[in-house]
């Protein structure tokens, strides 16, 4: 019970809104990109998921990136023949991102990085207010 | 960072000192207050220094307790930003809440420190 839980709690939560960030910034990097890192097809969307995890002794629960989740539909077909990628019928694929919803996602993890940023600002008020207690 | 580690260290030395002399004179209740902010601190030695007393440990062993737990968190703190600063893969946000740690540390230590030497003062007049 000690406030530095709370402080490790929305350490977490910085943690992985940074985490989602970096997602969103992968998908808007790429949403151009034709060959994903294996070189195997266009680029493929994802978001990430989180679970709750046990981090203090009193059951306080921080979070935790669990991995990451295919998003979008179906690659993109653009019809350009002299593009390298083109498939023999002269089609280039895509990735399928959707940029509004990276965008919205992408202002929603900044907002929620400075909600736990916030409860860590609180929980250092409330340690200086307990030492002020003993003054 | 390095410079102030042995302050901080000191500090709670001393602050665990103060807190266990305000104990042996009879100021029990703010004692267990004091434990409590040590407690929350981090530096979780103050607890110890509880048990330590009632077992009949040595009063120094307290203190050097609460030095270390104290010295810990402001190592940890030197070395994330340290590892920041060359480059490595520590978070920014996760430098700053451990200096944020150890400051909070630090201060508790200092609270003690002060209240360590008003007790000793106080005694000192008694025996004028």
Redesign the interface.
Known sequence: MSVFDTIRIAASGLTAERFRMDVASSNIANQRSTRNAAGTGPYQPVAPFFQAMTMTADGGQGVAATGLVAIGGDPIRVYDPTHPDADKQGFVAYPDVDIAAQMADLMGAARSYSMNATVTAAAKQSALDAIELGR | MAGIDPLGGVASLLRTAATQAASGTGAAAPLG??GG?G????VGSTGSVTGAQDAGGSFLDSLGDALNGLNTQLNTADASMASFASGGSA?L??VM?EL??AS?GL??GI??R??LVEAYQEIMRLQI
Do not use: C, S
């Open positions: 207050e004091t902010v407690g929350v601190g981090g978070d946000h996760t809440l944020q740690q909070i201060k508790t609270a003690v002060d209240k």
